[in-house]
């Protein structure tokens, strides 16, 4: 099922989810991981984050967080736990965040895949995500995608 973060219950979860699916596809160095795991909670508190469990009492296994400006949707982070990819979980919260946005005036969508994270890049194209531009400063690809 998918649900909102409860900060409460979701965090520490969601929290080992960046640190061991996120992180080490990072190519950022160092010093600016630190600084970004310091500023974490104030992350999560603005934008949406949804989340996959089992049930609604559960824990969840993985979670996509995005903003919205404007006509503009932006996924801040998705991560899925090892043990549930595959699974059509990353599609499915990437479906339910895009329609949340649409809902919400939003007409396209935007991410940021780090270089070398073949996967992730394959992931959004499947979803109908194309390469737009790349960041040399954050060394990743911006990909878009029209919401429909």
């Not at 520490?12 to 630190?34: C, D, F, G, H, M």
């Not at 559960?58 to 400006?69: Q, W």
């Not at 998705?78 to 007409?107: T, V």
Request: positive net charge; aromatic residues 10%; proline residues 5%.
């Amino acid at each position: 099922m998918i649900r909102y973060r409860r900060p409460r219950q979701d965090d520490r979860v969601i929290y080992s989810l960046i640190e061991n699916q996120l992180v080490p596809l990072s190519n950022l160095p160092p010093k600016t991981l630190a600084q970004i795991r310091k500023d974490l909670p104030g992350r999560l508190s603005r934008g949406v984050t949804l989340v996959a469990c089992t049930d609604y009492e559960s824990d969840p296994f993985g979670f996509v967080h995005f903003l919205l400006h404007g006509e503009l949707l932006y996924i801040d982070m998705l991560a899925i736990a090892p043990y549930a990819q595959r699974r059509r979980w990353g599609n499915l919260l990437m479906d339910r965040a895009e329609r949340f946005a649409f809902s919400r005036g939003c007409l396209r969508s935007k991410v940021a895949v780090d270089e070398g994270n073949e996967g992730g890049i394959a992931f959004y194209r499947k979803l109908g995500y194309a390469v737009a531009r790349y960041s040399p400063q954050s060394l990743s690809y911006e990909m878009e995608k029209r919401l429909i």
